[in-house]
């Protein structure tokens, strides 16, 4: 509820609040049209799961992925 009523642009998420996002039907409940950009570590998120959450938020959404526990100084991957 913190996105929709703070109208969060940008999150860093874990994996599992991703697979909640693109699966849930308690994520409906939320507006979460402010949401621009996520970047997400910790484990793989698959492009299937990249591809249904940004099917469900919109393709404009701009998700990024990192590896390992440098991930922040190390660089993300962009799935756009």
Not at 2 to 18: G, L, Q, S
Request: charged share 15%; aromatic share 10%; glycine share 6%.
């Amino acid at each position: 509820s913190a996105v929709a009523t703070c109208r969060v642009t940008h999150a860093y998420v874990v994996p599992p609040i991703v697979i909640h996002m693109a699966n849930s039907p308690l994520a409906d409940s939320y507006d979460l049209s402010s949401l621009k950009w996520t970047r997400s570590a910790a484990a793989p998120l698959g492009k299937e799961l990249v591809a249904k959450t940004k099917a469900r938020y919109g393709s404009e959404l701009v998700m990024s992925q990192g590896y390992g526990e440098l991930f922040s100084v190390m660089g993300f991957i962009h799935f756009i």
